[in-house]
């Protein structure tokens, strides 16, 4: 890789040849795939941007000319070609890259985001502090396709249009966000791309106005020549959308023809005002994958380079989330009415195989999770039983249509937040620490967790025969162990807890996939001498105030035990009821410290906060020391 090995950054691009830009991208492509095949990542959308992301480098001057990517997966190749090539084997490693884009990590780096739709909005908001202090470059925002299937675009393209600024929008239109794309947008766009003609023939029309003004010549025919090229303009353009919204569209450009990007991008940068180039390209460009499914080349575990095959993983569990598509595909049986919702991610949260068997009652939106809750919010007026099924970081975007939709109605909608505490490799922006907090302070919503896959089925069955608000949680791990077939689960009693172990010296008590830890950590301690409680609190909200005045009447000390948030966390909850209830009991909350969380293996953040079977025991041990428990 003669040519990757001598670039440091984009100046370095910037010098070669134009016939070297092409060879350059080429050993980019071949350096993703292999490095990701060590690290695992989400490899497809930046193996389609290769060739995007070589002529931004030769035509815009970074860190200048201010270059945003949204959402930050498909900066994979901006990374090597921005100084961390060398640091690339470190991506996702702990300690190494990070996954997304972060302003931390690169001078070049604008914004970082890994949640889709963010882009426009953070570069109109950089071109207007631009003319607001009198400097002078431009801003760049490449949005993928998938992030135009959610609001946040559109509002900065209404507001960016109007505005008259200088910025560009280069929209990257592969057809998929981590799934093929849906929705109207998708086939509008797709209209673009199978009707090439329409450009040529808008041309043809505008240069036959334009050649019979000058020859004839008059104000009224200039007047008239105008409001026709106006007319033909939006009744031909494949860009009018964009175009009516205040964008001069360029596009479609073939997004692996660096020749054709770099001329467009050239002239595009002439010009002033929103402007908008649409650029096509190929999800997953060059990856050995032979498998037709799209889905697999958004993001990839370890794989043999040569091949596109995951490696071989020890076998074990199945992972939480096939745990909930298989539960929800079983009950859909049995409950008629029973839909499924997700926003863009069927197989990230087990929907795919409720889509493969019943997809009349599958509907993916589309990465709009506040649409998601609304329209789910419609459905259950209709008597319908919507299942949410959104990752806990993604639905945060969602939360004024939680309350202001589904919870003040008081509607049986269930959300099923996948991905909750602590999320490993992705890192910050995908970490589900707050779900817990957020959810609690809504009116009417009851807030679970279950502790294993049987447990899942049970609150699912509870929650469908529940009239009102529900949501639960489970990680992105391994469940602890098979989940029977749900037609040998009963529903979990509403608003109970259940006592996993009895002691008499302090209790845990544990929230979800906690109990396992909070077990062993009870194990330990009975080989010092201490005699601990475990409950499993599957319902956080309501509590089960039974079980909870048993607790405090037996135990000086109680420690909860949940894999998010401290703040406003369940703990906190249940701290505020024991202080009005038994206020010489001492409530301790073990959980997520208030800060963020950098990438690494699940496994290895959870011990990093205590939350591992020896770091709540030794946390109890602490507390037995201060609060003087004898040792039986």
Known sequence: MALLESIRGPADVKRLAPEQLQPLADEVRQRLIDVVSQTGGHIGAGLGVVELTVALCYCFDSPRDKIVWDVGHQGYPWKILTGR??????????????????????????????????????????????????????????????????????????????????????????????????????????SIIANPITVRMREWL???????????????????????????????SPGMLFEELGFRYFGPIDGHNIEQLIQTCQLVKTLKGPRV??????????????????????????????????????PGPPPWTKVFGEAITQLAAEYPDLVAITAAMPSGT????????????????????????????GLATQGVRPVVAIYSTFLQRAYDSIIHDVAIQKLPVIFCMDRAGMVGDDGQTHMGLFDIAYMLAVPNMTVTAPKDGAELIGLLRCALA????????????????????????????????????????????????????????????????????????????????????????????????????????????????????????RVVTLGVPDRTYEHAPRAQQLDEVGLTGSGIAARVRALAAEESLSPR
């Open 85 to 190: 090539n060398d640091r690339f084997p470190t991506l996702r490693q702990p300690g190494g890259l990070n996954g997304f884009l972060r302003r931390v990590e690169s001078e070049h780096d604008q914004f970082g985001a890994g949640h889709a739709g963010t882009g426009l909005s953070a570069a109109f908001g950089m071109a207007t502090a631009r003319d607001l202090r009198g400097d002078d470059y431009k801003v760049v925002a490449i949005v993928g396709d998938g992030a135009l299937t959610c609001g946040l675009p559109y509002e900065a393209m209404n507001n960016a249009g109007h505005s008259g600024r200088d910025v560009i929008m280069v929209l990257n239109d592969n057809g998929m966000s981590i799934a093929p794309n849906v929705g109207a947008i998708n086939k509008y766009l797709g």
């Open 206 to 236: 505008k240069g036959i106005i334009e050649k019979t003004s000058h020859v004839i010549g008059g104000p009224r025919l200039v007047d008239f020549a105008k409001t026709v090229e106006e007319s033909i303009k939006n009744l031909w």
């Open 466 to 585: 529940h009239d009102g608000p529900f949501c639960t949680r489970y990680p992105r791990d391994k469940a602890p162990a098979e989940a029977p077939p749900a037609a040998e689960v009963g529903p979990v009693p509403y608003g109970t807890w259940e006592v996993l172990r009895k002691g008499k010296d302090c209790a845990l008590l544990a929230v979800g996939v906690m109990c396992q830890p909070a077990l062993a950590a009870a194990e330990a301690l009975a080989a010092d001498g201490l005699d601990v409680t475990v409950v499993n609190c599957r319902f956080l909200k309501p509590m089960d105030r039974e079980v909870l005045d048993a607790l405090v009447h037996d135990h000086r000390l109680l420690v909860t035990v949940e894999d998010g948030t401290v703040v406003n966390g369940f703990g906190a909850a249940l701290a505020a009821v024991v202080q009005t209830t038994a206020p010489e009991v």
């Open 277 to 314: 180039i649409h650029v096509i390209t190929e999800k997953g460009k060059g990856f050995p994958l032979p498998e037709p499914d799209l889905e697999k080349y958004h993001a990839r575990a370890p794989y043999d380079p040569v091949t596109g095959k995951l490696k071989p993983v020890n």
């Open 350 to 377: 087990g929907t795919n195989l409720f889509q493969k068997k019943w997809p009349a009652r599958f509907f993916d939106v589309g990465i709009a999770e506040a649409h998601a809750t609304t329209f789910a919010a």
